[in-house]
């Protein structure tokens, strides 16, 4: 029975089929415990709280994918949304001069953090340390305390938030939802048909062969980490879009959200593992959870962190455990059918093995 | 490179350490009238006595080559549960000893999930990180939890011998046990062992996953301690009491010359570190720089601690000329983890 199923699924699909199946399971007990959960208000509420986690975890799980991580991410988004926002209280650009802006100052953020990670050989944990610290300092020192406020920016920042794309009967696909799914897909086909997203699943899988075969690690690396900065710029445009008001406090804890559902969503934080779709889903069960618990009677909103730390638990040990397991398996099955048919082709001839 | 040219090249940043408090010692001196008086140097050292002493168990965590990111949020933890049980009446000694449980039970099972289920112990204590601060939201939600007895708060904020108190008088005690266990005992030696190569340190017959769960369960407990004492120095705990602390402490233990890659590192070294970190922030407070600021000169100095050493052994491989480097290197500690 394990043998016919191993034949069809791989164990990477077969744990995103779990988190697929955890997720609809979310929403369906949510919908019997809140009314009207389904309704096109709390629909739209949840798929606009979606976009700013999805574009940061994209970035993210290209960094996680090379056995490295950006805890800085925050600060990032945090950092450009300020400075681009008092950009904006003094001068009159266009919305899309404003986004480029803030993927430039976001890419820029990220490029030293890929410096010093790999070409500096800083470990990436002790880099984006050390930089979630310095660039929130830096957003702190620049602003003196003070706060940009929605009334000081120009009128299409407060009618941007709602512009919707399609609507079809209520349910609105919100432009701010519709850059996180272009970006979505967009990383998707990256990390699917470019030589560039192949070679960081190479890098993640086993650094040294791959230097050893010639791929320009270093150099993919220090991409990784500038991409997943221009990412988290574009969220930062994106933050100050959507609130308006930016304090110096602006995004802080998002990282731990980010990564939280990079590794739900299956991708191994020694690298080399990981899919869009994964990530997808894990960003879509911690909001539904974040959002869900808050509305749901029976807990208080203190138990969320909670929560998430015990989800990041259990989905690395299932990864560790029962994947490890599935995996072994796999392995197994497929060399089982490669002898059988190696029996057949010889004709049943015996001493095989 | 060989084992030999970086303990020499360690032996030569401890000095270098030396001249760098030498250095902020006499900004200091120059600075304030009094500073050399024991009250000012009780006081200083009280300020962050917490993390100083949660260093000393990081430096063993670290040396064994693994990382702890949720020390901060259990000395959230710990404070929380002694402020939610002091509040439910519950007598304070034995509040004390539950806090101190749940701190060495919930270190053992970070030492768990990494040595016997095999996960990398960056993604354990990340989950630590974000959920042990969640268990102290549930505790205490947003409330400021304060009503210690008396006993309690005066052992945090007065002095037993002058100006010294208990919480110094205890690292001390601490870094001294520290030391002695790291480099003059069995377990210490396997420390070592373990960081600087894990699947040797198996084929050895070393007890790693043993070793790394009393590692993993004494850094729990250590920083639980460390959470009591700040909520006896402060009279109240928040659930975001010690964020961020876990910079200051990693920080504080490579800045001491304790490799992130595991089996290098020296206690002198993190006692070196901690009295320049401490002397430091002094003087950016004497300097006017705000506590925020401050933070971010601790995490440039966070990266510049690795980066100048990779860069001063990369200039020296270039420079010395040395027969041709073996092509296969041993393995790192992590990829072994990950084998097994």
Known sequence: MTDRLLRHIRPEQFRELILLVVTIGALLFFWTQIPNYFDPRSINRLTVGLAIPLVVAIGQMMVVLTRNIDLSVSSTVGLTAYVVGTFLTRNEVSPWVAAVMAMLLGCALGAINGLLVAYGGVPAIITTLGTLAIYRVVLVEISGAKTVTTGDLPGWIGSLPSKTLVTVRDYDLRLMVAIALIVTIAGYLVLRFLPFGRRLYAIGSNPDAARMAGLPARRDVFCAFVICGGLAGLAGFMYLVRFGNITVTAAQGLELQVVAAVVVGGASILGGQGTIFGVLLGVMLIEILQQSLLRWSGLSEFVKDAILGLLILIAITVDAVVLGRLREAWVNTRRRDRAAARLVMEGGADGAD | ?340
Do not use: C
Not at chain 2, 73 to 97: D, F, K, Q, T, Y
Not at chain 2, 107 to 128: E, K, R
Not at chain 2, 145 to 158: A, D, E
Not at chain 2, 222 to 249: C, H, K, N, P, W
């Open chain 2, 1 to 340: 490179m060989g084992r030999i040219d970086a303990r020499r090249y360690l032996r030569r940043w401890e000095s270098l350490l030396v001249l760098f408090l030498l250095v902020v010692l006499a900004y200091n001196i120059t600075q304030v009238s009094n500073f050399l008086t024991a009250q000012n140097q009780a006081n200083l050292f009280q300020l962050s006595i917490e993390k100083a002493i949660v260093a000393l168990i990081m430096t063993f965590v670290i040396i064994s080559g693994e990382i702890d990111l949720s020390v901060a949020s259990m000395m959230a933890l710990s404070a929380a549960v002694v402020a939610r049980l002091n509040e439910s009446r519950m007598e304070h000694v034995l509040a004390i000893v539950v806090a101190l449980a749940v701190g060495l039970g919930l270190g053992a099972l970070n030492g768990f999930f990494v040595a016997n289920v095999g996960i990398n112990s960056l993604a354990v204590t990340l989950a630590g990180y974000i959920g042990y601060r969640g268990l102290a939201q549930v505790f205490i939600e947003d409330n400021s939890v304060g009503g210690f007895p008396g006993w309690f708060t005066r052992l945090g904020q007065k002095g037993i011998i002058g100006p010294i108190t208990f919480s110094i008088i205890l690292f001390f005690i601490m870094a001294a046990v520290a030391g002695v266990i790291l480099h003059y005992s069995g377990f210490g030696r396997r420390v070592y062992t373990v960081g600087s190569n894990a699947r040797v340190a198996i084929f050895s017959g070393v007890p790693v996953a043993r070793t790394r769960i009393i590692i993993f369960a004494t850094s729990g407990l250590v920083s639980a301690i460390a959470g009591i004492l700040y909520a006896a120095r402060l009279g109240a705990v928040r659930s975001s009491t010690a964020q961020g602390f876990e910079l200051d402490i990693i920080t504080i233990v490579l800045l001491g010359g304790v490799s992130i890659f595991g089996g290098v590192g020296s206690m002198v070294g993190v006692l070196l570190s901690i009295f320049l970190v401490l002397n430091l922030r002094n003087g950016m407070t004497i300097a006017g720089i705000t506590g925020n600021t401050q933070t971010g000169v601790i995490g440039l100095l966070l990266i510049l601690s690795v980066l100048i050493p990779n860069l001063v052994s990369r200039a020296q491989g270039r420079f010395r000329r040395t027969p041709v480097e073996p092509q296969f290197q041993a393995p790192r500690p992590e990829t072994v983890q990950s084998a097994g």
